[in-house]
């Protein structure tokens, strides 16, 4: 009996987990995907502002008047 049991309820908890997945892989794909687009465009204006800061800073000392 006992090893029909643990057969029995290894089988439960591979149809479980495959169900899961099955229903969360989509979602952790498009979270995956969202959260690269986020970092992407987080480190890209993070260069634009690092090089327009730079800009500004080359211009202000080149013209002290300025």
């Given at each position: 009996m006992g090893p029909l049991l643990a057969r029995l309820l290894s089988y439960l908890v591979s149809q479980l987990s495959s169900s899961v997945l099955?229903?969360?892989?989509?979602?952790?794909l498009r979270f995956s995907l969202?959260?690269?687009?986020?970092?992407?465009?987080?480190?890209?204006?993070t260069a634009l502002a690092a090089?327009?800061?730079?800009?500004?800073?080359?211009?202000?000392?080149?013209?002290?008047?300025?």
């Open positions: 099955r229903r969360a892989g989509p979602l952790l969202f959260s690269f687009f986020v970092i992407a465009l987080f480190s890209s204006l090089s327009a800061t730079k800009g500004f800073l080359y211009i202000y000392f080149a013209f002290p008047s300025f």
